[in-house]
């Protein structure tokens, strides 16, 4: 099994109005997007993609593997890094793909592109969360 360990680092935010980002749906993240919540406007990043051995699309694996991807919360009071997992299928391994900080559920939902097998995409990576409050 290959195991490749990446890293991402954001120059510039996203440009989306927090007023205007709908909390409680499927959101796509590059860098950093700011958003209302608790009566505060946060800004969460997507900072790096840490560790990589999710089994490539075209693949036969014997073990499905995962991602590790680290973020970071900031609000004008407090800065919180953490690190999320992608899911799994097997019922029988618990990997932490949400956290709650300051009352904001935080889940990965998904991260693209999914590995390819014979090719190395240079596509960014994309981090799907959802947020609720």
Known sequence: MCVVTL???SCTKETINPANLVLNKEIAIHNCINFNAND???SICFD???FESRCPIDAICIWEGYATAQFTLTSNTSNHTFSLRSLLSNKHIVLQNDTTINGIKIALKNLAPY???FTFSHKPY????????
């Open 115 to 117: 590995p390819e097998k």
């Open 48 to 50: 790096a993609v840490l």
């Open 40 to 42: 505060k406007i946060y």
């Open 7 to 9: 890293y991402l680092h």
């Open 126 to 133: 994309v981090a799907f969360l959802k947020i609720t409050q």
